[in-house]
């Protein structure tokens, strides 16, 4: 039973952490762009996924409507569509430090084509487009690609990656380094001074077992002796 | 603009510090722990009294103050320096 609350936790824990970076990390589609706008937009319950307030376009506006660019694009596929939107971000998070909405625009409009001729960019992005809370990913950069098959190596990816890997890894490293210095040779101690009473010790020693029961345990051990 | 700017700074520093603390602790920890793995396996140390095991792992723990490894610690407060500037370079020009 506790085995799988446990791992229910575990794997939910696991879903949004990875929820969380997939909407966070830059993305790249090869799409054509069709067309480019402002709209008034009202921002309600869905705020978490636009740009705070105090960026870009929202400064002009501390209302719950602001003016908000968008890019629309399709796929080389010629039917699936997406709709972006082009907002500054803020300074703490998504930490993108996007100030070029306006530019960015600009370029958007110069790489518009028609079917006919398409020209083929490569949209770097971030976020979901959610049509059921109506929320757009916010494009970052717009390169001209040679064509709808290129594939592009989403390097900044691999690196936050694997610098998130080697960050879990060495937190890992101090959590173990800190319990066999610090917390292992306290709650020896304390098993000494009770040895007397050997079921306390028992029970102190079940007490300290996993992740926050150890922490209990060396928290304990700096309490006054009583 | 500015004002966000400076709740990012502050915010980033305090970060910062905290990681550089618990960092400079497990170094350090890391350091004595492989000076005393160096001298408790010495079997030409077996009997030398305790007072000499001390000195000998406060000696080392001064060569590690003074050392190139434990100045490498300001990487912390360096690395995302240079990838914050990396970013409003790359996203904006």
């Keep these: 039973m506790w085995t799988k609350i446990k791992w229910g936790f575990r794997i939910l824990l696991l879903l949004i952490v990875g929820l969380f970076l997939h909407y966070t990390l830059p993305q790249h589609d090869v799409v054509q762009i069709i067309n480019t706008y402002n709209k008034l937009t009202p921002i309600g319950a869905n705020a978490i996924f636009y740009s705070s307030g105090d960026t870009g376009t929202g400064t002009e506006m501390q209302a719950d409507t602001r003016d908000i660019r968008f890019i629309d694009a399709v796929y080389p596929d010629g039917r699936t569509v997406m709709v972006y939107r082009n907002e500054d971000t803020g300074w703490i998070w998504p930490p993108y430090f996007k100030w070029d909405s306006s530019t960015l625009q600009a370029e958007a409009a110069n790489l518009k084509s028609d079917k006919a001729a398409p020209t083929w960019v490569a949209v770097t992005h971030y976020g979901w487009r959610l049509e059921w809370l109506s929320t757009f990913p916010n494009a970052v950069a717009i390169n001209p690609v040679a064509g709808p098959d290129v594939r592009i190596i989403p390097w900044v990816n691999i690196i936050l990656l694997t610098a998130l890997a080697l960050a879990i890894f060495m937190v890992r490293r101090m959590w173990l380094q800190f319990r066999e210095r610090t917390i292992d040779p306290a709650l020896a101690g304390v098993g000494d001074t009770w040895d007397a009473v050997d079921a306390k010790a028992d029970a102190a020693r079940a007490e300290a077992s996993g992740f926050f029961g150890r922490i209990r345990a060396w928290f304990s051990t700096w309490r006054a002796k009583k | ?93």
Excluded: C, Q
Excluded at chain 2, 44 to 57: G, K, Y
Excluded at chain 2, 74 to 92: K, Q, S
């Design chain 2, 1 to 93: 603009m500015i004002v966000g700017m400076a709740r990012l700074i502050v915010l980033a520093l305090i970060g910062l510090t905290v990681v550089y603390f618990l960092v400079s602790i497990y170094s350090k920890s890391v350091r004595r722990e492989k000076l005393e793995k160096e001298w408790d396996t010495d079997p030409a140390r077996e009997d030398v009294p305790e007072a000499d095991r001390t000195a000998f792992i406060e000696a080392g723990m001064d060569v590690y103050r003074h050392g190139l490894k434990r100045r490498l610690l300001w990487l912390i407060y360096i690395i995302p320096m240079i990838v914050f500037v990396t970013i409003i370079y790359a996203v904006n020009w």
